[in-house]
T-cell receptor, first 110, second 116 residues
Framework: KNEVEQSPQNLTAQEGEFITINCSYSVGISALHWLQQHPGGGIVSLFM???GKKKHGRLIATINIQEKHSSLHITASHPRDSAVYIC????????????FGQGTRLTINP | DAGVIQSPRHEVTEMGQEVTLRCKPISGHDYLFWYRQTMMRGLELLIYFNNNVPIDDSGMPEDRFSAKMPNASFSTLKIQPSEPRDSAVYFCASSLAWAGVSNEQFFGPGTRLTVL
């Protein structure tokens, strides 16, 4: 069983729509990251969460430690939000290893 | 700061050749990470260093891969001998810390490796 499940794998939406990407995990974690990878390949760290909610511009990330679930929301989506979004978590115990979600490919059409 | 610097940006080599990828982390960052990204496997952590010391290399695929960090401002990832299945984009990232608010990772632009 995968330790992390990210959904959906692909998402196409119209400009202006509200977007939600989900990440569920099955082990104890110390922190969870959301990464954004643009079509050109560059990777940017959007958020690091260990509890609660963080907001940056039109992006909002939430995490529920009890339910082992995190979501990334994009409000008023724009074509420039088109990218692959990846959740990554750090295990709380054992080897300090990062576990990666499969990624969600988001396409926002004008 | 210029961010994480990687070189070369693109590398094309023939099977059997030695390949060396280079990374300069952000000054002051104690952690350095090497990742590999392929279409099949996505993003994978290969190895990471803390204060120039390798901490976890369990992601290194096999003995053909080796990584060093001789000082705080430089790291190499070497593949010898290279094989076509090593073709991927290799990212280097650095962060101030592992836990807490300072562990945001900053990624380099990546090195696209093609082994013919």
């Amino acid at each position: 069983k995968n330790e992390v499940e990210q959904s959906p794998q692909n998402l196409t939406a119209q400009e202006g729509e509200f977007i939600t990407i989900n990440c569920s995990y099955s082990v104890g974690i110390s922190a969870l990251h959301w990464l954004q990878q643009h079509p050109g390949g560059g990777i940017v760290s959007l958020f690091m969460l260990s509890s609660g909610k963080k907001k940056h511009g039109r992006l909002i990330a939430t995490i529920n430690i009890q339910e082992k679930h995190s979501s990334l929301h994009i409000t008023a989506s724009h074509p420039r939000d088109s990218a692959v979004y990846i959740c990554v978590f750090q295990r709380a115990q054992g080897a300090q290893k990062l576990v990666f979600g499969q990624g969600t490919r988001l396409t926002i059409n004008p | 700061d210029a961010g994480v610097i990687q070189s070369p940006r693109h590398e094309v080599t023939e099977m059997g050749q030695e390949v060396t990828l280079r990374c300069k982390p952000i000054s002051g960052h104690d952690y350095l990470f090497w990742y590999r990204q392929t279409m099949m496997r996505g993003l994978e952590l290969l190895i990471y260093f803390n204060n120039n010391v390798p901490i976890d290399d369990s992601g290194m695929p096999e003995d053909r891969f080796s990584a060093k960090m001789p000082n705080a401002s430089f790291s190499t990832l070497k593949i010898q001998p290279s094989e076509p299945r090593d073709s991927a984009v290799y990212f280097c990232a650095s962060s101030l810390a592992w836990a807490g608010v300072s562990n945001e990772q900053f990624f380099g632009p990546g090195t696209r490796l093609t082994v013919l």
